[in-house]
C-alpha cells in the first residue's frame, strides 16, 4: 500500500507521484493543491479590485458631469450678463452706424450734388401691371423709381441704368426690370440711359420686381463708371405707401 503521507495520485493519468510533485512527471500536467487555490484568489482578489475601482472611476464622471452642469449654468449666467451688456453696446453700436449711415444716405424726394451733378429720387411707385402683357411674378410688385438728373458741372456725363445703379431690396441684389417700364403707371417717362450734356437734365424711371412683403429698398447712384463715389437712396415700403396717399 502506498504512503498517503509520501506520495499521491496524479488526478490525469492517475498514476502515483510523489506528494509534494507539482508537475506529473509521466504526463506532465500541473497538479492542484494550495497552489490553486492561492492563484484563484488573488486571481478574485484583482477582478474585485477592478470591479470596485471601475465603481470608484464611474462615481466621479457623474460628480463631474454635476460639477460641470453647474460650471456651465454659472458660465450660462455669466454668458448672458455679458451677452446682454454686449447686446446693449452693439445695439448702441449699430444705432450710431445707422445714424452715420443716415447722414450719408438719402431718401424719397431728396437730392445728391456731385460738384455740379444733382441727382434726385423724385417718387417711388408700386404697380401690380398692366393686367394684359406686363404682370410682375406672383407675390411680386413691379417698383418704378423715377429719377432726375441736373448736370451743373462743366462737363458731361454719361447716366447708365445697368451700370450706374445698384440696387439691393430687404439687402438682396436685384437686377433691373426693363419690361416693367412699359406699365401705364411710367407712361412717357424715358429710361435712364444716355449723356448728359453741361447745363442740361434728364428724367427717367429705373424698374425692379420686388415682393409685396418687402421692407427697405436702397439703391446707389455713382456719377462715374470708374469712380467710388456713391449716393444711397434708401427708403420702406411704407415711405412709398405714405407717398402713393
Not at 22 to 28: A, E, L, T
Not at 44 to 61: E, T, Y
Request: some cysteine; proline content about 3%; glycine content about 8%.
Amino acid at each position: 500500500m502506498r504512503d498517503r503521507n509520501k506520495t499521491k495520485i496524479c488526478k490525469y493519468c492517475k498514476s502515483e507521484i510523489a506528494a509534494d510533485a507539482k508537475i506529473c512527471p509521466h504526463c506532465r500536467k500541473p497538479q492542484g493543491g494550495k497552489v490553486k487555490w492561492i492563484v484563484l484568489s488573488v486571481v478574485g482578489f484583482f477582478v474585485l479590485a477592478a470591479i470596485i475601482g471601475g465603481g470608484s472611476d464611474r462615481d466621479p464622471k457623474k460628480a463631474e458631469v454635476a460639477a460641470s452642469e453647474s460650471t456651465a449654468a454659472e458660465v450660462s449666467e455669466t454668458t448672458v450678463a455679458t451677452d446682454n451688456a454686449e447686446t446693449t453696446e452693439e445695439t448702441e453700436k449699430a444705432t450710431e452706424k445707422a445714424t452715420e449711415a443716415a447722414k450719408d444716405s438719402f431718401g424719397i424726394g431728396d437730392t445728391a450734388d456731385f460738384n455740379g451733378v444733382q441727382v434726385r429720387l423724385s417718387s417711388v411707385r408700386i404697380s401690380n401691371g398692366d393686367g394684359q402683357f406686363w404682370n410682375p411674378e406672383d407675390g411680386k410688385y413691379f417698383l418704378g423709381l423715377v429719377f432726375d438728373i441736373e448736370n451743373q458741372s462743366s462737363h458731361d456725363i454719361g447716366v447708365s441704368s445697368l451700370i450706374s445703379f445698384e440696387a439691393y431690396c430687404d439687402d438682396y441684389s436685384l437686377n433691373q426690370d426693363i419690361m416693367a417700364a412699359q406699365v401705364p403707371e411710367w407712361k412717357g417717362v424715358g429710361q435712364l440711359d444716355g449723356s448728359v450734356a453741361a447745363g442740361k437734365k434728364m428724367s427717367g424711371v429705373i424698374c425692379y420686381q420686388v415682393p409685396k412683403d418687402f421692407n427697405s429698398f436702397e439703391i446707389r447712384y455713382s456719377p462715374s463708371f470708374w469712380g467710388n463715389k456713391k449716393a444711397t437712396f434708401i427708403f420702406t415700403k411704407a415711405d412709398v405707401e405714405a407717398q402713393a396717399r
